[in-house]
């Protein structure tokens, strides 16, 4: 069974800096695209970043770039997502979510169950 | 910037059909933006619907269809359950990058 477990939600204060971790299981992790994908409350769904399976491509959102970097350890089957410079806006649930085989012709096709990150003095 | 963009709110009435679209400020979507579809109830993780313009998850069920529309993408419900109510969010590629659609509410009444 695929399973994709974020940890590493906080409430931080702006301008701090905060490590996401996603764990992954039942299924080859090297094998896959991930993602990262947030929503702040009530609101949509923002696409964050991305990493290839191999972690040497990455691609991010305007409003995160240079700010947050995705990353991804395959011997632990692990994606992460260092956020620094944390502002309001990036108050969200963040998901951890999985690209089909075929990369963005297959969509997201698993997420994790989501964690809170919250930023506020 | 990208904008894609869908219709804020549709209601259907049980055993109808609707159309949900997605459109791109930056014109026509084609396959080559690779649409997706996702539902979201309250409270619960997006469930993926339809990817690659029209292919359907193993979970999906058939009355659920992807398609190309006038240079929108486009969800189209047919015999609607009760169970469908739930807010549908578009994601295209645009230029390397994902965006996705503000969402639609989609209310069954």
């Known amino acids: 069974e695929v399973q994709l477990v974020e940890s590493g939600g906080d409430l931080v204060q702006p301008g701090g800096s905060l490590r996401l971790s996603c764990a992954a299981s039942?299924?080859?992790?090297?094998?896959?695209?991930m993602s990262w994908v947030r929503q702040g409350p009530g609101k949509g769904l923002e696409w964050v970043a991305n990493?290839?399976?191999?972690?040497?491509?990455?691609y991010y959102v305007d409003s995160v770039r240079g700010r947050f970097t995705i990353s991804r350890d395959n011997a632990k089957d692990s994606l992460y997502l260092q956020m620094n410079s944390l502002r309001a806006e990036d108050s969200a649930v963040y998901y951890c979510a999985r690209w089909g085989i075929l990369g963005g012709r297959s969509g997201l096709d698993f997420w994790g169950q989501g964690l809170l990150v919250t930023v506020s003095s | 910037q990208t904008v894609v963009t869908q219709e804020p709110s549709l209601t259907v009435s049980p055993g109808g059909t609707v159309t949900l679209t997605c459109a791109s400020n930056t014109g026509a979507v084609t396959s080559a933006f690779y649409p997706n579809w996702y539902q979201q109830k309250p409270g619960q993780v997006p469930r993926p619907v339809i990817y690659?313009?029209?292919t359907r998850h193993p979970w999906t069920p058939a009355r659920f269809s992807g398609s190309l529309l006038g240079g929108e993408a486009a969800l189209t419900l047919s015999g609607v359950q009760p169970e469908d109510e739930a807010e549908y969010y578009c994601?295209?590629?645009?230029?390397?990058?994902?965006?996705f659609g503000g969402g639609t509410k989609l209310t069954v009444l």
């Open positions: 690659n313009t029209n």
């Open positions: 994601l295209l590629l645009c230029g390397g990058a994902w965006v």
């Open positions: 990493v290839n399976p191999d972690g040497s491509v990455k």
């Open positions: 039942g299924f080859t992790f090297s094998s896959h695209w």
